[in-house]
């Protein structure tokens, strides 16, 4: 995700209702540079392959999302405050 969108994606994702929520994410991925698109789509497949095998190695998407939001989803300035 660009930084520049931070703010979006992070107000988007606090929207109650799940319908509006959902479109307005879908929105903004769409939105996105499209090598961020590509590497993203590439990224969520990999990432929905390793989830579909939590069983075996405990990465359910709670873990993978523990493990890459930071990495994903970050301010320009990197505080990790308002991670």
Do not use: C, Q
Not at 34 to 50: D, I, M, N, Q, R
């Amino acid at each position: 995700f660009s930084s520049d969108k931070y703010a979006d994606f992070i107000d988007a994702n606090r929207k109650e209702d799940p319908v509006e929520r959902l479109k307005t994410l879908k929105r903004l991925i769409h939105d996105l540079p499209e090598h961020h698109y590509e590497t993203l789509k590439f990224l969520s497949a990999h990432l929905k392959t390793v989830a579909e095998n939590s069983e075996k190695n405990k990465m359910e998407p709670r873990n993978l999302a523990i493990v890459f939001g930071p990495t994903l989803v970050r301010t320009s300035d990197d505080n990790m405050t308002h991670m």
